[in-house]
């Protein structure tokens, strides 16, 4: 697959003429689609307007209902002029067109990545802590599923009370977006696919290769500083000590409980990070928002600087 997206890119860049455009959209939602079987979950591709706000631009998403990826070509050329200065640091013209079309392509495997997130979810057999993680983070998704779903909502009462659920919904979403675990592994996955492509030809585009790779590190480390502070617990009604995003995320939306009964858990904090270290890779609990070491943390971000200066 990888080999794939980097000829696909490569063409697009080489001549110097063309930027990802939706032939070159559709031939990279086929490979991944073709590679991860998503043909259930990925049935078609819409180009139009996104929803904007005074903060956030979206240049993609992904509709589990619809089944679709739906593409803001508008949005995304914006968000190229807004990098026009580092587009013109790299030297050649290839690693320039390069960066252009890796900035779309990364957009899209983000989508691809939700859409393989919804396929792991609706395995039943599959309880890896990441598919749980899923689960929980798609919780409203998993219950529309349900047939019986509106048939809990059959009076007036209840459907404003499904209504108020909603907007409190899409609020907590936004707060925690930047602690979302679904958010954290799309985000991190796809620059993981990005960078496995370009491995290939790393010694032809050495200061790209080096930018990109900076970028995952970038997302590796994302939300951990943040996560460090004294949060209060919804459900609890009580201030918590957070060590990790995800740890954020579960108490900032209610769902703390969720993270007690992880089998990693133990109220003693250095005991739960001894055994979240014993059961993860680094490269994993970093994928998974889950604790790492105040050491790991400072050599990470020491190492982030030195590779983006």
């Not at 907590?172 to 675990?181: A, S, W």
């Not at 080096?210 to 502070?229: F, M, P, Q, R, V």
């Amino acid at each position: 697959m990888e080999e794939q997206i980097l000829r696909l890119i490569y063409d697009y860049s080489i001549n110097g003429l063309s930027v990802a455009d939706p032939k070159f959209i559709n031939k990279l939602v086929e490979i991944v689609v073709n590679e991860r079987k998503l043909e259930n979950y990925v049935t078609g591709i819409e180009f139009s307007s996104l929803t904007k706000d005074e903060e956030t631009v979206v240049c993609a998403g992904y509709m589990p209902f619809q089944k679709k990826i739906v593409i803001d070509f508008k949005a995304i050329f914006y968000t190229l002029e807004c990098q026009n200065g580092k587009v013109a640091s790299f030297n050649s013209l290839l690693e320039q067109n390069m960066f252009m079309n890796l900035v779309i392509t990364q957009y899209i495997l983000h989508e691809l990545e939700h859409a393989l997130q919804t396929k792991k979810a609706d395995d039943k057999i599959n309880n890896l802590l990441e598919v749980k993680l899923i689960r929980i983070s798609f919780k409203l998704e998993q219950a529309i599923k349900n047939p019986k779903f509106l048939e809990y909502f059959s009076t007036i009462e209840d459907k404003i009370k499904l209504l108020i659920y909603l907007e409190n919904y899409k609020k907590l979403y936004r707060e925690f977006y930047r602690f979302n675990p679904t958010e954290r592994m799309a985000e991190i996955y796809s620059y993981k696919t990005l960078i496995g492509s370009l491995e290939l030809i790393k010694k032809q585009i050495i200061a790209l290769y080096s930018y990109e790779n900076s970028l995952l590190l970038k997302k590796l480390t994302a939300g951990y500083s943040e996560a460090s502070e004294t949060m209060f617990d919804m459900k609890s009604n009580l201030w918590k000590a957070s060590i990790c995003p995800t740890q954020t995320y579960l108490y900032g939306t209610g769902q703390g409980e969720k993270w007690t009964g992880f089998d990693f858990y133990d109220d003693d904090t250095k005991k739960l990070i001894e055994n979240v270290q014993r059961e993860y890779t680094l490269s994993k609990r970093l994928a998974l928002g889950l604790p790492i070491t105040s050491l790991e943390q400072n050599r990470l971000e020491g190492y982030y600087i030195s590779i983006s200066s």
